[in-house]
């Protein structure tokens, strides 16, 4: 995986506050960044999943979709 370095302004509590934590985690600060983005873009990616889940929970009308499925597979296995 390739990187890129990118330059950032942050409020000086952010700064004392990332420099606290890299100290306390024996991590470098953009160590500490990247982690930081990682759990922001897990739970962002988590969240719009769960979302969708829920945004299409039940629109299936058709009855058993297991049935369904094996109903159409079948008919793909005999042409």
């Given at each position: 995986m390739?990187?890129k ?72 296995q005999?042409?």
């Amino acid at each position: 995986m390739g990187s890129k370095r990118t330059i950032i302004t942050i409020p000086d509590d952010y700064k004392v506050w990332l420099e606290s934590y890299s100290k306390a985690y024996n991590v470098s600060i953009s160590e500490a960044v990247r982690q930081g983005i990682f759990i922001l873009k897990e739970t962002m990616e988590k969240n719009t999943y769960q979302r969708l889940i829920k945004n299409t929970k039940g629109i299936w009308k058709k009855g058993d979709g297991l049935k369904y499925q094996k109903k159409i597979r079948a008919e793909w296995q005999n042409d």
